[in-house]
């Protein structure tokens, strides 16, 4: 069984549920859902090596005083030597990926409460101790499966260590389209992708799939850090590139899933800005060790794919 992760003890406030928008009138297309589902091609800006890793930086909130700016007037007050600088401690292990195990999920067009399904998925964690391989496997449903016949997977597969995931290769299918895929290099810090030249790794760079599993970590490691309000930075790699990715902690929630409720942790990742990427909310639950419960993705058109665990029998 699941090893429940403490909640936090401090409330969500009033706002921190995302009121979600309509779903949209018209029915999914197969185009809309195979594009919706797996995300854009490429897009964003780089990112430097100088970015954090695993480390989420917290935001200070709205109305927190901060440190004023450095005067360029030298002051005339005798002040102490500064002390010598201090090595930075190490950061703390993070905890062991949960064990392997197979959760099922119901994908609906639109909001999961308005009940349009369309597809059902699989994610399938495979965790050997050093080694790790995330896939999911989706097939439509309903009247989809009258227009869209095909399957969509990605995968992610790397290492375990320390700093958590470390991903060596992603790979994504959609539909009868071939694959694509990239490759990771961390030990000479590079992204190979296909055709294409090497570009810098920094350091705990994380895949389209295994961003989630990673933030999972870090939320078990640091609780005290992921509360509402805050927000923190990662490397993600897309096809092309790594960029830096910025994600917000909305608060905590109750998802009304198929066998029952679910507790759970919400965060967003805004659009970035100057791209066509989809707006991403991730829930954390709480009792399956942080490990994702539902993902929604909306795009600029408003329109939503709603990935929701499915608990019933």
């Excluded at 309000?229 to 929630?253: Q, S, W, Y």
């Excluded at 998802?255 to 970035?272: E, K, T, Y």
């Excluded at 791209?275 to 058109?301: C, H, K, N, Q, S």
């Amino acid at each position: 069984p699941s090893k429940p992760v403490a909640r936090p003890a401090v409330p969500p406030p009033a706002t921190a549920a995302i009121a979600p928008p309509a779903a949209p009138a018209e029915p999914a297309s197969a185009a809309d859902f195979v594009d919706l589902a797996t995300g854009p091609d490429d897009g964003g800006t780089p990112t430097s090596d100088a970015l954090p890793g695993t480390e989420p930086v917290p935001t200070a909130a709205a109305g927190t005083p901060q440190p004023s700016a450095p005067s360029d007037t030298p002051s005339t007050e005798a002040t102490d030597p500064a002390p010598p600088p201090q090595a930075e401690a190490p950061a703390a292990p993070l905890p062991a990926l949960p064990g392997s195990r197979r959760q099922r999920f119901r994908v609906y067009w639109g909001d999961y409460t308005d009940a349009l399904s369309v597809a059902r998925l699989e994610y399938r964690l495979v965790n050997d101790g050093d080694r790790y391989e995330v896939r999911t496997e989706g097939e439509a449903e309903g009247l989809l499966s009258l227009v869209y016949s095909g399957t969509l997977t990605q995968s992610s597969a790397g290492r375990l260590g320390a700093a958590g995931l470390q991903p060596v290769r992603y790979a994504e299918t959609r539909g009868r389209r071939p694959e694509r895929s990239v490759a990771f290099d961390p030990d000479a810090g590079q992204l190979l992708p296909a055709g294409r030249e090497a570009v810098p790794l920094p350091a705990g760079t994380q895949d389209r799939l295994s961003v989630f599993y990673q933030i999972g970590l870090l939320a078990r490691a640091r609780p005290e850090r992921f509360v509402a309000g805050t927000g923190f930075d990662l490397p993600v790699a897309t096809m092309r590139e790594v960029r830096t990715e910025r994600f917000v902690v909305v608060g905590t929630d109750v998802l009304l899933v198929p066998g029952g409720p679910v507790h759970a942790l919400h965060l967003s990742r805004p659009s970035p800005p100057g791209t066509d990427d989809p707006r991403i909310d991730l829930w954390l639950g709480y009792d399956f060790e942080m490990l994702p419960v539902r993902l929604r993705i909306e795009d600029a058109g408003r329109r939503v794919l709603d990935q929701v665990i499915d608990l019933g029998g």
